[in-house]
Nanobody
Framework: VQLQASGGGLVQAGGSLRLSCAAS??????MGWFRQAPGKEREFVAA???????DYKDSVKGRFTISRDNAKNTVYLQMNSLKPEDTAVYYC????????????????WGQGTLVTVSS
């Protein structure tokens, strides 16, 4: 599975962005979003299973929403009320294990898309 992330950009604090991640083939994998800020380790942000169970990092709950369109093999991350600390390169990933949503153990990774939130 190849993953193509898009939708990053520069936005002011309080603004919104929607990231997209298109898979090259049909997949029932759990899909996740991760991010890596400058000088920091990559961290989990959100995940959604084939049956649309979801999990979120605490600091994005209520601001970010993950969704998927299985007909289009695409997962989205709607990001609202963005904060400067959300600035990072965002990566999408796929987990073929079929264990449901989880925060590690992903098999496939897309290239990142940069999100910059100005104060």
């Amino acid at each position: 599975v190849q993953l193509q992330a898009s939708g990053g950009g520069l936005v002011q604090a309080g603004g919104s962005l929607r990231l997209s991640c298109a898979a090259s083939t049909f997949t029932t994998a759990t899909m996740g979003w991760f991010r890596q800020a400058p000088g920091k380790e990559r961290e989990f942000v959100a995940a959604i299973s084939w049956r649309r169970s979801t999990d979120y990092k605490d600091s994005v709950k209520g601001r970010f929403t993950i969704s998927r369109d299985n007909a289009k093999n695409t997962v989205y991350l709607q990001m609202n009320s963005l904060k400067p600390e959300d600035t990072a390169v965002y990566y999408c990933a796929a987990d073929d294990s079929r264990v449901g949503v989880r925060r590690s153990g992903y098999d496939y990774w897309g290239q990142g898309t940069l999100v910059t939130v100005s104060s």
